[in-house]
């Protein structure tokens, strides 16, 4: 796996993110132990070139903890993340969340949760403003499904410093083509610049 991610790396100079995204939060179950895939992200972090490691807030601190001294020690940034594949949290809930994320030491706090309504994702996008504004570290997030489309286009205007879209298959519902994302993206800021 090592020499793969070296591999990738060598063909691109867009920036590489590694995840073993946790069963709770949607990832698919695999054998390793917890103990292992956190083993597994720190060889990463100190063997290969890989950019940034992504570990869920909602597993044990003593595992976020070893991770983040890997991430700095070996100069990756580490996101802490959270996902919801049933609903948009309050958002009070989503703000603690994003504060746990700093005090863990995260350098990014990212958001993915399900909108049950378009009401929902405009609520993700006030509140990725209002955690934008509080905390001191950059912030992400994206509202899934195909009602959440419209988070991953403008999140920019509201904070959001990354988004996701698919290159191949899709790892999220909702996620666009990256291709068409980047167009929406570059025509929403040459449309309305001044939120840059």
Partial sequence: MLGLIQEIKAKTDIPLLFTIRAVHEGGEKITLQEEEKVALICDVCEKTDVDIVDYETSNEEKYVKQIRKASKENKKLFI??????????????????????????????????????????????EVTKTIDDILDVPVVTMSMGDIGGLSRIVGWAYGSIIT???GV????????????????????QELVPSWE
């Fill in 169 to 188: 298959e899709l790892s999220a519902p909702g996620q666009i083509p990256v291709k068409k994302l980047r167009e929406a993206i570059q025509l929403t």
């Fill in 80 to 125: 802490l993340s959270y996902h919801n594949f049933d609903e948009t949290p309050s958002n009070e809930e989503i703000v603690e969340r994003a504060k746990q994320a700093e005090a863990l030491d995260g350098d990014i706090a990212k958001f993915a949760v399900m909108p049950n309504s378009k009401e929902d994702v405009f609520r993700l996008l």
């Fill in 164 to 166: 996701f879209g698919v």
